[in-house]
């Protein structure tokens, strides 16, 4: 399992923009599928999206398809997500991990502090 350590999140309006780093310490991110993860209040977490290790396909969960982009840069051993046209709906702490580029489930269920993004008016 690796250690990875989320970052920007924050209050933002609706329709509004954010993107979120995933930073990886101690190993490469560079043979690992990483994904984001989000759990809103009252509800279970689910998968937002996952970047596969080998060939940096993308995949998305419906609900964000066509407004958050994920990418990696392994040189600064980093994955972001990149959150536009937010939405009320959106509000939630995201956490980054090791995922299935197929199922964007995670592959262990071990979790960070995660960053918190809220979007309200």
């Known amino acids: 399992q690796l250690q990875l350590v989320e970052s920007g999140g924050g209050l933002v309006r609706p329709g509004g923009s954010l993107r979120l780093s995933c930073a990886a310490s101690?190993?490469?991110?560079?043979?690992?599928?990483i994904g984001w993860f989000r759990q809103a209040p009252g509800k279970e977490r689910e998968g937002v999206s996952c970047?596969?290790?080998?060939?940096?396909?993308?995949n998305y969960a419906d609900s964000v398809q066509g407004r958050f982009t994920l990418s990696r840069d392994n040189t600064k051993n980093t994955v972001y997500l990149q959150m536009s046209s937010l939405k009320p709906e959106d509000t939630a702490i995201y956490y980054c991990?090791?995922?299935?580029?197929?199922?964007?489930?995670?592959?262990?269920?071990?979790w960070g502090q995660g960053t918190r993004v809220t979007v309200s008016s």
């Open positions: 991990a090791e995922c299935d580029i197929t199922t964007l489930e995670a592959l262990y269920d071990s």
């Open positions: 101690g190993f490469s991110l560079d043979y690992h599928n």
């Open positions: 970047v596969s290790s080998s060939d940096n396909i993308t």
